[in-house]
């Protein structure tokens, strides 16, 4: 191993399987050493890292430790501290400072194994753990990691000690419930580290400009949409957010046209046996809303039962199998924009980014077995040219099957050969990621960059051979024979509402024209134009286009037209005396570029021809 390797070596893989630095290797194995670069020596710091804040706050506040996991841009730490206990920010330096002293002390992370007996007596006062070790602990023996005074359940891998931590930041603090019908909460606080306090500080810079492009900051400051208790995990969309809202769902609409879809409108609440004969009773219980019927008994009558949709394609099945098909019909292409209810946990919501209540641009395709190469790559290319429009980069992995999969090991097989075939035709690069499918069908992810190289997962094409069994779905072959159609779940934006966050945050506020709810501000010299301004506001809301009248007395045209820049105005149409007389405008972009006089109606017409195509940069090309 080389110096370098060596100082920056977080953990290793060895024959696939990630692994203490300490951990001897017991025969010949392939090994693959994990730093900071790599998703996996991410996870390991920041798993460390939040075992570093579980013995914090068991050393500060005498926390009752649940969960401390890694996620994919930082970690938390979940406890207990009483029904009327929180922790409060201004506790938050102190718990930072205390993670910080032991990754300066450098303590060592101690791998032991234990039987479940010593299990029981080591976490016998936390009921947390023992739950964990019920259900979870199989074997007659577990792992446990020790550091400094803190000694928790875990698998691991870690750190050789602490002081591979060089730079650590407690960033939040909130009440979660653990289910959904948990009465008592726990208290989550997240964080982030680093292998250099080099990084940590880069990372704070990065964090500076995202914070002045959040999507909740710029939602407010320009009357996007907001949020109330009274609604909790919802978003009340105001006139302005409502424009670009329905500017992108009209988009995809455009594309459905276009490409051979189909939109429908089904029913928001079902009786539960839908999403049991789905599998989703199963598998996705805690996160849906279920409902009581007014004089039902759901003791003696379960079935009656109703639960919010958090989905639409078992809905969608359903409208597939009213009636009977034929192989001339397919593929149907049924595409959906009704509204969906998950019960997320409390204290992750945040913003457009989760929510309970949302809309997706959700489609299913029913198709042959041989028309799946092809639709698979039609799908690709929907996903490829909507987010050229939009201005992503993106990055494709392939998701195989999960330990959890229902149905035939023959079929998943099938089914990932065939993705994986599309998306070596695609020419785009990918990255396969085992076992990380949905538990009815292998799938297609898409990892889109924002403005601030950030990525967010919105759009996905995933496979399903289950739910056509389950649903018994069939068409008439042309052989005469009933067969079984091949199910596409597929998603361009995802939900509506994360990727508008996204978007809001790579625009940091400055739409493009056809997306803006700020198009058009006209500002009129002086009082003598006020009635020709109104006229040209007329004139471009009659047309579609969003504007805006500035006859504010009290400023001076200077700080009118500086005012709608700051605003973000894609144009400013200034009108003064000769304006008005030759019936023109005097067009000024939001970067102040200055294109001159243009007749009124022409003016109209290439905002209108800009706007229909979609074009990034309005205001270069006008």
């Not at 890292?49 to 930082?74: M, N």
């Not at 070596?424 to 085992?434: I, V």
């Not at 159609?485 to 493009?512: D, F, M, N, Y």
Request: glycine share 8%; proline share 6%; with cysteine.
């Amino acid at each position: 191993m080389s110096s370098t390797l060596a100082d920056t070596a977080l953990a290793a893989e060895v024959n696939g399987e990630s692994y203490d630095l300490e951990r001897p290797l017991e025969t010949d194995s392939d090994l693959r050493f994990l730093t900071f670069d790599s998703p996996e020596g991410k996870s390991v710091l920041w798993h460390s890292s939040a075992h570093i804040l579980g013995a914090a706050a068991e050393q500060f506040l005498g926390a009752v430790l649940c969960r401390g996991p890694s996620t994919d841009r930082g970690f938390y730490h979940d406890f207990f501290l009483g029904k009327e206990r929180t922790v409060q920010g201004s506790q938050l330096p102190i718990l930072e400072q205390i993670c910080q002293r032991m990754a300066a002390d450098a303590q060592p992370f101690r791998r032991l194994e234990v039987s479940q007996d010593q299990l029981r007596q080591l976490f016998k006062d936390n009921p947390f753990k023992l739950r964990v070790i019920e259900e979870k602990v199989t074997g007659p023996t577990a792992t446990v990691y020790g550091c400094g005074t803190l000694v928790d359940l875990c698998r691991g891998p870690h750190l050789r000690h602490a002081g591979q931590i060089g730079g650590l930041k407690l960033l939040a603090t909130s009440s979660v419930w653990r289910s959904p019908g948990s009465l008592e909460p726990l208290q989550r606080v997240l964080g982030i580290s680093f292998p250099t306090p080099e990084l940590l500080r880069a990372w704070e810079a990065q964090r500076e400009e995202a914070e002045s492009r959040d999507h909740r900051r710029i939602g407010k400051e320009q009357e996007l949409f907001f949020f109330h208790e009274l609604s909790p995990g919802s978003c009340f969309f105001l006139p302005r957010g409502t424009r670009v809202y329905n500017a992108l769902v009209a988009f995809i609409r455009a594309e459905y046209a276009r490409r051979g879809f189909s939109e429908v409108k089904t029913p928001t609440v079902f009786s539960v046996k839908l999403w049991k004969q789905s599998g989703h009773w199963g598998h996705y219980r805690e996160n849906i809303f279920a409902l009581q019927p007014k004089g039902s008994d759901p003791a003696r009558h379960p079935t009656e039962t109703l639960a919010l949709k958090p989905m639409n394609c078992p809905a969608h099945c359903l409208m597939f199998a009213h009636r009977p098909r034929s192989w001339r019909e397919l593929p149907v292409r049924l595409a959906d924009f009704g509204a969906l209810h998950r019960a997320e946990a409390s204290g992750g919501l945040g913003g457009l980014t989760r929510l309970w209540r949302f809309q997706q641009d959700d489609a299913h395709i029913f198709c042959a077995p041989e028309q799946l190469q092809a639709e698979i790559r039609g799908c690709l290319d929907f996903l490829c040219s909507v987010y050229a429009v939009l201005g992503f980069s993106f990055s494709l992995s392939l998701s195989t099957r999960p330990s959890s999969f229902l149905g035939e090991p023959r079929l998943w097989d099938h089914a990932e050969q065939v993705l994986q075939q599309a998306l070596e035709e695609s020419g785009e690069p990918w990255a396969l990621k085992p076992g990380d499918g949905a538990f009815y069908g292998p799938k297609i992810d898409v990892h889109l960059q924002d403005a601030l190289g950030r990525p967010h997962q919105c759009g996905t094409i995933q496979l399903d051979f289950q739910l056509p069994m389950r649903f018994n779905l069939q068409y008439k072959g042309q052989a005469g024979a009933l067969e079984r159609p091949v199910l596409i779940h597929r998603a361009v934006l995802g939900s509506v509402e994360r990727l508008l966050a996204v978007l809001t945050e790579s625009c940091g506020g400055k739409w493009p024209l056809w997306l803006s709810p700020f198009q058009v501000a006209v500002i009129p010299v002086g009082t003598e134009q006020e009635e020709y301004a109104r006229e040209i506001q007329q004139s471009l809301q009659a047309a579609g286009l969003a504007s805006d009248l500035d006859t504010d007395p009290g400023l001076t045209l200077s700080r009118k037209v500086r005012r709608a820049q700051l605003t973000h105005y894609n144009f400013q149409f200034v009108v003064g005396q000769k304006e008005q007389s030759k019936r023109t405008v005097n067009i000024r972009t939001r970067d102040n570029r200055r294109l001159g006089e243009w007749d009124l109606t022409a003016a109209v017409q290439r905002l209108l021809e800009l706007q229909n195509a979609r074009v990034s940069n309005a205001e270069e090309v006008f």
